[in-house]
């Protein structure tokens, strides 16, 4: 018997031996009969490993698809210069956004351009001899030869391009005009002509006005002020469409109305012997939000149908914004420029807009 427990006890030992032999070499505290066994392992702690993270540069995607520019003839397009400035003949242009199934959209660029961005977006929409079909009055009038870049008019916006405008003999020259190459931007190009209002626009204006802020629950419709008319050219119409700009208590200058104000824009086209509202916007406004009104600007012919420009004043500077004629559907607000950089202003004194129309 005392050699079977003596035989039973080496066992034992074995066995702890065994285990302890299983142990990971990390120090531990074992207790084994009362006794406390420690192991350390004794290979030093190993450092982490310093390894070095390269720097990662995030570089500000350009502008995907088919951009629009606008286009300033206002040094003229044959030579001829307004005032006879040092840049005769020499057309200025800037994109204001992206044309996406047949309407502007967002340019897709950064709100404050550094030098970097700008010389990567010059050298991609800049590139000298690139032509470019150009549209005024709702349709083609002749093509836009970029010729480079002539650097920001402001500090944080995008460069202005330079190039030369060529018309058909013998057309009538926009202030300005929208180039771009997208599906719709090509095809014949037809003679410009400018249209000037007339009696007929001028007796049916305040009629048409009335009605339209009527409609829109305006209660003094009577104190609307004419301080912009237009004859804007339509292809295929008998005659030329009207746009106009009426206000109630407030007017186009620098100072806010004091009091509530409204505004009303239309351009309605000459149908069956009387104007017919194509499109109308109103707004009411106090001095506290600022200024709400639109002006007509210009027309592109879009895949998707012609593509009208208003002016929207209230702000610092005029922004422009857009709506397209698009089959079955009312007409609406598709597009309005950010404020940091208005085209516009960037390029010139603006269009004529002579108080009352004109």
Known sequence: MGIYGHAASSSRWALALALVSLLPLTACDVEWGGATLAFVNPAPTPEPSEQATPDVVLVEPLPE??????VHLGDG???????????EGVARALPIARMVDGAPVELGVPESIDAAYRARFDSAFYAAGTELPLHAGGHRVGTLIVGGS????????????????LLLP????PEYAFAWAGEGAYGAPITYDLAATDARMRTFGPVLTENLLRQAGETRPQLAQRVAMRAVPWPGDERPAMAATYLVNDDLGPEPPRNAASSLFFLARFDGGQYVPEWWEVRRYDGAEGRQAFVYFGAI?????RVDFVTRHG???PRLAASVDREGDDRRLDWVEPAGCPAVSQLGPGPTMPAGGG
């Open 315 to 317: 702000g610092s500077a």
């Open 170 to 173: 013998d057309a009538d020259e």
């Open 150 to 165: 002539a650097g920001p008019a402001a500090s944080g916006c995008l460069s202005i391009g330079t190039g030369r405008v």
């Open 77 to 87: 397009a044959d030579g001829t210069a307004a005032g006879g400035t040092a840049d």
């Open 65 to 70: 698809g088919d951009l629009l520019y606008l």
């Open 301 to 305: 012919a879009g895949p998707d149908g």
